[in-house]
């Protein structure tokens, strides 16, 4: 027998560098959801629910036994309507998760690399490992990524960036001008992947999902997700823009079937449903105010952000720290997100939910740092 060859079959030595991705919670220990009341505040959830027009048509939905269209034409066209674009230039996928990954698996190979920052969307390492590439962190300032900081990164094998806009979990942005200053510094063979889930959330004069790039050059690609604004997370939904190529590439990968009937039926009406967008907009924009200002009222500090949720630091050095707030806050049956993975241990990254949910966070909140 080779002395190589292994007992048993082994993964690519990358594949064992992955931390398996952990979603939110989705209970509260302690608490007995059936005689107590647990809001869940974990996973940035549209607090509103799907638009209404969109459960229905996923009630009328028949014939399961069948296939769905493969290619998601109807969808594709009602968001190529919906924003202006191309159809032909749109990928729909499995939650935009699956099209971040099938990126790295098109354009990424053995020896080469990838950047994003510190502390960006962990499915980033992730799929860059997966494909046999090496993940490139480059340091963020007040949780914000740097442009400098990723061109300085930037090697003969680097071949893509990852740069989520707003980044999930810190609600920070990156102007327009700073993402074509990142756009021009690299090469014209280093893809520039723009991950705007939480685009809509954005009410700022300076920012771009990236529609505008994408349209300008061969080298960008924008991702979009229904599972935040549009409520559909359940059903995993999301889509890319692309030029042909890019699109091409994807589609030779991509499973023949990976969007669900389900998913497309409510996409197609989602995205037409502007009142229940609007709706979500506007309850969000008023509490992410309220809770800032109510963490910092407590003596925390919060993280600017512009997506539908807060990341909230609490002291390294005292009983109060971000574990003892999460136990704590769990008691009272509010289920919130760790971030340590993220690189932050002492903070707590906390959804905009209900009102009602809203108020009980912040009284919880009040209760344990008057203990």
Same mark, same amino acid.
């Given at each position: 027998?080779?002395?190589?060859?292994?007992?048993?079959?082994?993964?690519?030595?990358?594949?064992?560098?992955?931390?398996?991705?952990?979603?939110? $919670?989705?209970?509260?220990?302690?608490?007995?959801?059936?005689? #107590?009341?647990?809001?869940?505040?974990?996973?940035?959830?549209?607090?509103?629910?799907?638009?209404?027009?969109?459960?229905?048509?996923?009630?009328?939905?028949?014939?399961?036994?069948?296939?769905? =269209?493969?290619?998601?034409?109807?969808?594709?066209?009602?968001?190529?309507? $919906?924003? #202006?674009?191309?159809?032909?230039?749109?990928?729909?996928?499995?939650?935009?998760?699956?099209?971040?990954?099938?990126?790295?698996?098109?354009?990424?190979?053995?020896?080469?690399?990838?950047?994003?920052?510190?502390?960006?969307?962990?499915?980033?390492?992730?799929?860059?490992?997966?494909?046999?590439?090496?993940?490139?962190?480059?340091?963020?300032?007040?949780?914000?990524?740097?442009?400098?900081?990723?061109?300085?990164?930037?090697?003969?094998?680097?071949?893509?960036?990852?740069?989520?806009?707003?980044?999930?979990?810190?609600?920070?942005?990156?102007?327009?001008?700073?993402?074509?200053?990142?756009?021009?510094?690299?090469?014209?063979?280093?893809?520039?992947?723009? =991950?705007?889930?939480?685009?809509?959330?954005?009410?700022?004069? =300076?920012?771009?999902? #990236?529609?505008?790039?994408?349209?300008?050059?061969?080298?960008?690609?924008?991702?979009?997700?229904?599972?935040?604004?549009?409520?559909?997370?359940?059903?995993?939904?999301?889509?890319?823009?692309?030029?042909?190529?890019?699109?091409?590439?994807?589609?030779?990968?991509?499973?023949?079937?990976?969007?669900?009937?389900?998913?497309?039926?409510? #996409?197609?009406?989602?995205?037409? =449903?502007?009142?229940?967008?609007?709706?979500?907009?506007?309850?969000?924009?008023?509490?992410?105010?309220?809770?800032?200002?109510?963490?910092?009222?407590?003596?925390?500090?919060?993280?600017?952000?512009?997506?539908?949720?807060?990341?909230?630091?609490?002291?390294?050095?005292?009983?109060?720290?971000?574990?003892?707030?999460?136990?704590?806050?769990?008691?009272?049956?509010?289920?919130?997100?760790?971030?340590?993975?993220?690189?932050?241990?002492?903070?707590?990254?906390?959804?905009?939910?209900?009102?009602?949910?809203?108020?009980?966070?912040?009284?919880?909140?009040?209760?344990?740092?008057?203990?």
């Amino acid at each position: 027998m080779n002395e190589q060859t292994a007992n048993r079959p082994l993964p690519r030595a990358s594949v064992m560098k992955i931390a398996a991705y952990v979603p939110g $919670k989705s209970s509260a220990s302690g608490v007995d959801p059936r005689s #107590g009341k647990v809001f869940k505040l974990s996973s940035n959830e549209n607090p509103l629910g799907s638009s209404p027009k969109a459960a229905a048509a996923v009630s009328k939905m028949n014939h399961l036994e069948d296939y769905p =269209d493969g290619g998601v034409r109807k969808l594709r066209e009602a968001i190529a309507k $919906k924003y #202006g674009l191309d159809a032909d230039k749109i990928v729909c996928s499995s939650g935009s998760d699956e099209l971040l990954s099938l990126l790295a698996y098109a354009y990424l190979d053995d020896g080469d690399e990838a950047i994003y920052s510190e502390h960006g969307f962990l499915v980033y390492r992730i799929a860059i490992l997966a494909a046999g590439a090496t993940p490139i962190a480059t340091a963020e300032k007040n949780e914000t990524a740097q442009v400098d900081n990723i061109l300085d990164a930037v090697t003969l094998k680097t071949k893509m960036v990852y740069l989520a806009n707003p980044n999930n979990p810190t609600g920070t942005y990156l102007s327009s001008s700073e993402v074509r200053r990142l756009h021009k510094g690299l090469r014209p063979d280093i893809l520039l992947v723009l =991950d705007a889930a939480y685009a809509e959330y954005v009410d700022k004069d =300076d920012y771009e999902a #990236g529609m505008e790039l994408v349209r300008q050059n061969e080298n960008v690609v924008m991702t979009r997700t229904f599972s935040k604004i549009h409520g559909l997370a359940s059903l995993r939904l999301g889509w890319c823009f692309g030029s042909e190529h890019i699109v091409d590439a994807i589609n030779r990968i991509r499973g023949p079937f990976n969007v669900n009937g389900a998913a497309i039926a409510a #996409g197609q009406v989602a995205i037409e =449903d502007s009142d229940h967008v609007s709706r979500s907009i506007a309850h969000n924009n008023a509490a992410l105010t309220k809770m800032t200002k109510g963490f910092e009222t407590l003596g925390l500090r919060v993280t600017p952000s512009v997506g539908n949720f807060v990341l909230v630091h609490f002291p390294e050095d005292s009983e109060k720290n971000a574990e003892a707030a999460d136990q704590f806050l769990q008691s009272r049956g509010c289920v919130i997100r760790r971030v340590g993975a993220y690189g932050f241990p002492n903070a707590l990254r906390i959804s905009i939910g209900t009102d009602e949910a809203n108020e009980a966070v912040l009284k919880a909140l009040k209760d344990f740092q008057s203990e």
